[in-house]
């Protein structure tokens, strides 16, 4: 018999050392899960801290060039780098937690007063440990993280751009006055100001392309 076909009766034929084993597993587990999200949390801030940090400074100093809000925009997109790599990891914890949480505590307080999902939970369970591939690629994680958190940032950092090579080195009042004052160096203005936004509207529509492939709409 199939034991995923009756996972209530078969977690009462459990002996009493799987239950301590199955208590310190999940507390474990949570405790991993649990810490990857403060990690993530501070990828986020790094973000929030430095972009707050270079306007702050580009606005308040008249002299300050518009490339460091350039270079700003470059921090953040590596900051997002990182940050998608430690969803990735993130999502398989919260994966095996949402697991335990869904197909076994429940059955473990309610008995056979009700019956549960007959899926086959304990192979996903194994396989997560047994797969050497996180089931999450990057190019999901970049995107989700997008949409979570940095949708704002990179909006924000490209209208902040904008305003200030509306005004440095001297008020734009032409089109040509506002792509000489968008060059750096010996790029001009017209290429740096359309790769900036370029990138910004294909992060805009990347953050929406493969969050919806993810199996959990719970995932922060």
Same mark, same amino acid.
């Given at each position: 018999?199939?034991?995923?076909?009756?996972?209530?009766?078969?977690?009462?034929?459990?002996?009493?050392?799987?239950?301590?084993?199955?208590?310190?597993?999940?507390?474990?587990?949570?405790?991993?899960?649990?810490?990857?999200?403060?990690?993530?949390?501070?990828?986020?801030?790094?973000?929030?801290?430095?972009?707050?940090?270079?306007?702050?400074?580009?606005?308040?100093?008249?002299?300050?060039?518009?490339?460091?809000?350039?270079?700003?925009?470059?921090?953040?997109?590596?900051?997002?780098?990182?940050?998608?790599?430690?969803?990735?990891?993130?999502?398989?914890?919260?994966?095996?937690?949402?697991?335990?949480?869904?197909?076994?505590?429940?059955?473990?307080?309610?008995?056979?007063?009700?019956?549960?999902?007959?899926?086959?939970?304990?192979?996903?369970?194994?396989?997560?440990?047994?797969?050497?591939?996180?089931?999450?690629? *990057?190019?999901?994680?970049? &995107?989700?993280?997008?949409?979570?958190?940095?949708? !704002?940032? +990179?909006?924000?950092?490209? /209208? #902040?751009?904008?305003?200030?090579?509306?005004?440095?080195?001297?008020?734009?009042?032409?089109?040509? *006055?506002?792509?000489?004052? &968008?060059?750096?160096?010996?790029?001009?203005?017209? !290429?740096? +100001?359309?790769?900036?936004? /370029? #990138?910004?509207?294909?992060?805009?529509?990347?953050?929406?392309?493969?969050?919806?492939?993810?199996?959990?709409?719970?995932?922060?």
């Amino acid at each position: 018999m199939d034991i995923s076909e009756h996972p209530t009766e078969h977690l009462e034929n459990f002996p009493e050392a799987y239950y301590g084993f199955i208590y310190h597993y999940y507390r474990a587990e949570v405790y991993r899960e649990t810490n990857w999200r403060n990690r993530l949390d501070t990828t986020t801030n790094w973000s929030i801290v430095v972009t707050a940090a270079m306007l702050s400074f580009v606005f308040s100093n008249p002299s300050a060039p518009h490339s460091i809000i350039l270079v700003n925009y470059v921090f953040v997109w590596f900051f997002l780098y990182i940050e998608s790599r430690r969803y990735r990891y993130y999502s398989l914890l919260r994966e095996r937690t949402r697991i335990i949480e869904k197909q076994i505590l429940p059955q473990i307080f309610l008995g056979k007063a009700k019956k549960l999902n007959e899926s086959r939970w304990r192979e996903r369970l194994v396989k997560s440990f047994t797969d050497m591939k996180v089931p999450m690629g *990057r190019l999901e994680s970049v &995107a989700w993280r997008l949409r979570r958190n940095y949708l !704002i940032i +990179f909006p924000l950092i490209f /209208i #902040s751009w904008l305003a200030k090579i509306q005004s440095f080195p001297v008020p734009a009042q032409t089109p040509d *006055r506002f792509f000489i004052n &968008a060059r750096i160096w010996l790029v001009p203005g017209e !290429i740096v +100001f359309y790769f900036f936004m /370029i #990138s910004v509207i294909m992060a805009i529509i990347l953050s929406f392309y493969l969050p919806i492939k993810s199996k959990h709409s719970d995932l922060p």
